[in-house]
Each structure stands twice: as structure tokens, then as C-alpha cells.
């Protein structure tokens, strides 16, 4: 059994094909799916998923992209969504400096805001954060205690270990089998197995040999095998493992 702890298949790349990509991930043995609210509109989606298929969980929120457009009709969407019997987290939330297509001062308060209600409905987060390591440290320390996911992990060591003694979760995406990904593949074996979780990231990062395709939550199966061999491990320990950290995460 495998999970897929964060995709987005209410994208319109799955548009004209999700049943089949939800049959071909239960024939890959992986039983659960959670689909990552990113926008209003994903959330919505997220949600509609979950309601629709047994095997997907929903999570909700807004992503620091969307910040400049936030506003509190948004907001109490959000929070009414999140009450949801299949919402298992809030997210994808967080910092981007990367790609800052909103303003830093607009991904700030929208951050805290959506972690604040995490708080209040007792729900874990699936943090989002690129070139604001910092930052998003800072904010998750000044709200602690939190359960938190550090999602498409691509920090190094100190950031590695940070997020571990702040008792969060790592979850490694496909790109961990890219030619250029050594440090990546490092940061892997240094992440202790009952920390870990797999995530597609899709429609996003297709695996080596499958770069430039859509991604599926079937390859979940591959990214576990990647896992296992990074760390010397067999298989069905990954599985097991990852799966557990993911019930135990998500409460499913
Ligand atoms: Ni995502």
C-alpha cells in the first residue's frame, strides 16, 4: 500500500482523463490520494474530488502565488471548506521569493492568516516555501506547537534539520531522480524513514525518463523504489513506513 500525499488533480492537464488516472494509481497499490487545494478554485475542486471518489482527501488553502488577490470573502470560503469531513490538512500554504508573482508583504499576512486557522481547526499544514527559508522558519517557530509537512523539499542540511527538530515532515517529490539531483539524493539519506512521505507534485516533475510529460500519482510506485534504494532499504519498508507517517500525519 502507498500514498500520495500531494497532487493536484483537479488541474485541467487531468481534464480529460482522471478516472483513468485514479484507476491506474489503485493498480499501482497506491489506496489513498490527497489532492492539494492551491486556489480558491482548486479548493473548491479539491474538496468536489473528494467527495466524489472514496480513495482522494482534500486539503484546502490559498498559495503565496494567489496572495495578491486574497481578500476575506476568500477567506470565509476557506474556513467553511475546511470544516469538511475529507479536509485533512490546510494547504498548499506558505513563502515563494522564487517566482514572487505576489508581493512579500501580501504572502506574509495571508501565511499566518491560513496558519492560524489550522490552529483553530486543529488541522496539520503542507507548507509551500522556496527562497524564504527564513522567513517561513521564523513564522512556523513564533506559531509552535504546529504539525506541519514541508513539502517538495529542496533545502539543505541545516534546513533539513531545522524542520526535523521542529518535528515536521519531509515529502520528496519525483525530482529526486533528476542526473542533477545529487545533493537532493543526500538530503533523502539523511531523512529519518519515520519522517518521510511521497508526493507527485502533479501534474508537475515526472520522473527521469518521463521529463516533459504530465506527471500521475501512479509513479508514486517509482519515487518509493527511488526511496529504497537511496536509503538501502527493502521496498515494502518504504511502503509501510511512508504510509503510516502519512495516515498518522493526515489522520485517515
Ligand atoms: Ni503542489
Redesign the pocket.
Known amino acids: 500500500m502507498l500514498v500520495e500525499t500531494?497532487c493536484?488533480l483537479d488541474f485541467p492537464e487531468f481534464d480529460h482523463d482522471r478516472d483513468e488516472v485514479i484507476q491506474r494509481a489503485k493498480d499501482q497499490g497506491i489506496d489513498y490520494i490527497v489532492n492539494?487545494g492551491?486556489s480558491l478554485k482548486g479548493s473548491l475542486a479539491s474538496v468536489e474530488l473528494s467527495r466524489k471518489y472514496e480513495s482522494i482527501y482534500a486539503t484546502v488553502g490559498i498559495h503565496p502565488h494567489e496572495a495578491d488577490t486574497f481578500d476575506l470573502e476568500t477567506g470565509e470560503t476557506i474556513k467553511g471548506l475546511a470544516k469538511n469531513k475529507k479536509v485533512v490538512a490546510i494547504g498548499?500554504i506558505g513563502l515563494d521569493y522564487f517566482k514572487r508573482y505576489s508581493k512579500k508583504e501580501n504572502q506574509l499576512p495571508l501565511f499566518l492568516a491560513q496558519l492560524n486557522l489550522a490552529k483553530e481547526l486543529n488541522l496539520p499544514l503542507v507548507i509551500?516555501t522556496r527562497d524564504a527559508q527564513a522567513d517561513t522558519l521564523k513564522i512556523l517557530k513564533e506559531a509552535m506547537p504546529v504539525r506541519a509537512v514541508v513539502?517538495?523539499f529542496s533545502g539543505d542540511n541545516l534546513f533539513l534539520k531545522e524542520c526535523l527538530d521542529l518535528g515536521f515532515l519531509i515529502s520528496f517529490t519525483c525530482n529526486i531522480t533528476y542526473k542533477k539531483a545529487q545533493d537532493l539524493r543526500e538530503i533523502v539519506k539523511f531523512t529519518p524513514l519515520d519522517r518521510l512521505m511521497l508526493e507527485t507534485?502533479a501534474p508537475y516533475l515526472s520522473p527521469e525518463g518521463f521529463r516533459g510529460k504530465r506527471n500521475e500519482p501512479a509513479q508514486i510506485r517509482l519515487l518509493a523504489e527511488a526511496v529504497a534504494a537511496l536509503k538501502g532499504l527493502k521496498l515494502d519498508e518504504v511502503e509501510r513506513a511512508t504510509t503510516e507517517n502519512a495516515r498518522r500525519f493526515f489522520s485517515f
Do not use: L
Open positions: 500531494h493536484h492539494i492551491s498548499e509551500h513539502h517538495c507534485d
